[in-house]
């Protein structure tokens, strides 16, 4: 339990710094004999709609590659950027993303020829907060990482890449190309009343709500996405706000579960 408290907050101290990552030129044979890409689920969404990714991590060579821990968003190791057209990339955080713990990880090792394939979706950014920073900072912050709530804010052309840190180097995929839409009908609906409160997209994108599953405010979170799907069940959001429901419902009943039986669900040695 310690042990787990110590990464966490290790890993919270490193979300709130800013991360140097040099986007490197693609290079021909690889980088360590590896390949990185990342694909799309879909060429084009709506504003809200879930972007999900596949990212995969592929060694080109005859003998086996070993790395240092998963190569995925999870641990960190794995990192995406995002520009808005042809402007700048700027790192993206998604909930959760380089929270694991990564201490005494196993070796994870890709046999030759072989592959190893992650999956992630995109909608809530966790926003840095600067209020209480320097200007100067906060013009650093800014050129670095996204600022806004939500990774896509605008209709439009977007690029992403991702990038694989090894030890001091790095590795970055093609950039990938996809269109987020203007909402329109039920879209606009769902877009507008999840713009207004951020974490419904968190909600939306992690199954559970920011604070304890059984606060008010969650329940309020849950009632709000439910009824979102009720209203306008034919937008392209509900599949995600669906999915979001299901875990969430899940999660209560584990919780309730456990507190049955007198155990604390989260307490680990």
């Known amino acids: 339990m310690k042990r787990n408290i110590i990464c966490a907050l290790l890993a919270l101290a490193l979300m709130g710094s800013i991360v140097d990552i040099v986007l490197a030129a693609p290079l021909k044979d690889g980088f360590d004999g590896l390949a990185l890409t990342l694909q799309s689920s879909q060429p084009s969404y709506v504003l809200g709609e879930l972007v999900k990714l596949k990212i995969k991590v592929a060694n080109k060579t005859g003998q086996a590659v070993s790395l240092s821990g998963a190569p995925d968003v999870w641990t960190g190791a794995v990192k995406v950027f995002i520009a808005s057209g042809e402007g700048p990339f700027k790192e993206y955080f998604g909930p959760g993303w380089g929270l694991r713990c990564v201490m005494a990880a196993p070796q994870v090792e890709i046999s030759p020829g072989g592959s190893i394939e992650t999956a992630a979706a995109v909608l809530y950014n966790h926003r840095m907060e600067t209020r ?62 999840l713009r207004e409160d951020p974490e419904l997209g968190f909600f939306v994108q992690t199954g559970s709500p920011k ?9 309020q979170l849950k009632a709000t996405l439910e009824r979102l799907v009720g209203s306008f069940p034919e937008g392209r959001q509900v599949e995600g706000i669906l999915a ?26």
Do not use: C
């Open 132 to 193: 209480q920073l320097s200007e100067m900072y906060v013009r650093e912050i800014n050129r670095k990482r996204l600022g806004t709530d939500y990774a896509f804010v605008r209709p439009g052309v977007y690029r992403l890449k991702a990038v694989l840190q090894k030890e001091d180097r790095t590795l970055e995929s093609e950039a990938l190309e996809i269109e987020i839409r203007e909402p329109q009908g039920a879209d606009r609906s769902i877009w507008e009343v």
């Open 211 to 219: 604070s304890s599953p059984e606060t008010p405010r969650s329940q």
């Open 244 to 269: 979001s429901l299901a875990e969430y419902h899940a999660l209560l009943e584990s919780l309730r579960a456990s507190q049955m039986q007198g155990v604390e669900p989260f307490d680990e040695e």
